[in-house]
């Protein structure tokens, strides 16, 4: 088989690298790739934005498998466009990529089948919001409808924040179109996890849990960014928790849809919030997660076209996963100053030596080979991984293989899987 990987990140990188295990597959493509994919698969010059192109490519490129690793493509509805030219795709259509791309989407459709969320209110303008907020007290949550790179939710505790975030979105109209709407929504409290499913529209089979953190700095404070590590399994998803999930959310959502003539296939990602009322869903993602994805796919024994075929073909009830007990965690390794403004082109030395360190994995997330040599081309750089009996073992590999790794202004943070450690 002829496999295309679309996205450039850690995610793309580590999903070429398990894809390269499977024994069905003889070439890889990945558009556009990065400087670690280039070392598995052949790297194209295309945008994940521009589809016309990408769907040109896999045609005469005769690609058997595209799999689609950020959402915009799915929110511009690739996985129409491909199936209409007869191309063999993994994810969701347009209208079920809408669970990502609109959160008033969203929200409406779990609120149609009772799958437990935030009690929330939608609003077109600025006032009748405001009003919302007063009436219902703080803290208050405000989301930007659309797309926003992750920048559109803002927690609020005071009113006058709550105030700024209405300003950004409706007036300033910081996310331009994705602002139209906005979900203005309870705050939930508790800890947080990432479930993702293998869903054929019909069938559910979830991966194995995860949790990120997200915040820049050390004890999960500073600005919000992509992801600054995460690990698998998350401890705080019991067996019992999972079992919630599945017939709380998954079920009522998936055959709601599926009933509404609407199939979910590929992967979907439940950011959840485990409330004392049980799990809650803070947001759907259509794909998997970054960097969820590279500390649950070194755990995954099965062949992943394999798993990604049935999906695609309504088999998943064939399927099942099993997982490496191991704990596996992952790190981001980032430019000085991210999320904020950083320097790039920094060479990158010490990647050979990291690699060599047992059950560790260095996934590329923005880096250009030029040479033989390394550079850093964005925020987040690189993604160590490492397999442990236990997170405390697999914590100590990842941190001893970043000691190997250096570039000028590189920051990590040094406490992913504290909350799991100290439980
Ligand atoms: P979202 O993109 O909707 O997942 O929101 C990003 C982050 O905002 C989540 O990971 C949570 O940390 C936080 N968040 C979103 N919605 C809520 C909520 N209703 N209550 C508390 N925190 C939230
Ligand atoms: N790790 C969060 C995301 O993939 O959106």
Redesign the pocket.
């Known amino acids: 088989m002829k496999v295309l990987v679309i996205g450039s990140g850690g995610r793309e990188h580590c999903l070429a690298w398990k894809i390269a295990q499977s024994d069905r597959v003889k070439k890889i493509f990945c558009a556009p790739g990065n400087g670690g994919t280039g070392g598995l698969a052949k790297n194209i010059n295309i945008a994940g934005s521009d589809v016309k192109a990408l769907c040109d490519f896999a045609k005469s490129e005769k690609i058997d498998l595209t799999i689609v690793g950020p959402e915009l493509p799915l929110v511009q509805g690739i996985v129409d466009q491909f199936e209409r030219r007869g191309l063999k795709v993994f994810g969701p259509r347009e209208q079920l990529a809408l669970l990502e791309g609109s959160?008033v989407f969203a929200k409406e459709t779990m609120a149609r089948f009772n799958v437990p969320?935030?009690e929330?209110a939608v609003f077109n303008h600025p006032e009748p919001a405001l009003n919302y907020i007063r009436k219902n007290g703080l803290?208050i949550?405000v989301?930007a409808d659309g797309l926003a790179s992750?920048k559109?939710?803002y927690?609020s505790s005071n009113f006058t924040e709550a105030e700024q975030a209405i300003k950004e979105i409706f007036i300033d109209q910081r996310f331009g179109p994705a602002g139209e709407q906005v979900v203005v929504?309870?705050?939930?409290?508790?800890e947080?996890a990432s479930i993702l499913v293998f869903c054929d529209g019909n069938n559910v089979i979830p991966l194995a849990s995860a949790q990120d953190h997200?915040r820049i700095f050390d004890g999960d404070s500073g600005p919000?960014t992509g992801g600054m590590g995460a690990y698998s399994p998350a401890p705080c998803v019991s067996a019992a928790l999972e079992q919630k999930v599945n017939s709380q959310i998954l079920q009522p959502l998936v055959h709601g849809l599926s009933a509404e003539g609407k199939k979910y296939t590929g992967v979907l990602y439940i950011?959840l919030?485990i409330t004392e009322a049980g799990p809650?869903v803070?947001?759907f993602?259509v794909r998997f997660g970054d960097p969820e994805t590279q500390a649950i796919l070194p755990r995954l024994k099965n062949d992943l076209v394999e798993v990604m075929l049935a999906t695609i073909e309504g088999h998943l009830d064939r399927v099942s996963l099993s997982w490496d007990s191991r704990a596996c965690i992952c790190v981001a390794v980032a430019s000085g100053g991210y999320p904020g403004g950083y320097e790039q082109g920094k060479k990158i030395s010490g990647l050979d030596q990291a690699e060599k360190l047992p059950d560790t994995f260095v996934f590329h997330a923005a880096t250009k080979k030029e040479g033989d040599n390394y550079f850093t081309c964005g925020g987040r750089v690189l993604n160590v991984v490492s397999l442990g009996a236990d997170l405390k073992q697999a914590k100590e590999r990842v941190y001893q293989a970043i000691e190997k790794i250096n570039f000028a202004k590189m920051y990590y943070r040094k406490d992913i899987g504290w909350r799991a450690l100290s439980r």
Do not use: D, R, S
Request: charged content about 30%; proline content about 4%; overall charge positive.
């Open positions: 959160k969320t935030a929330f803290p949550v989301k992750g559109g939710v927690v929504e309870k705050c939930l409290a508790g947080e997200k919000n950011g919030m809650k803070l947001e993602n």
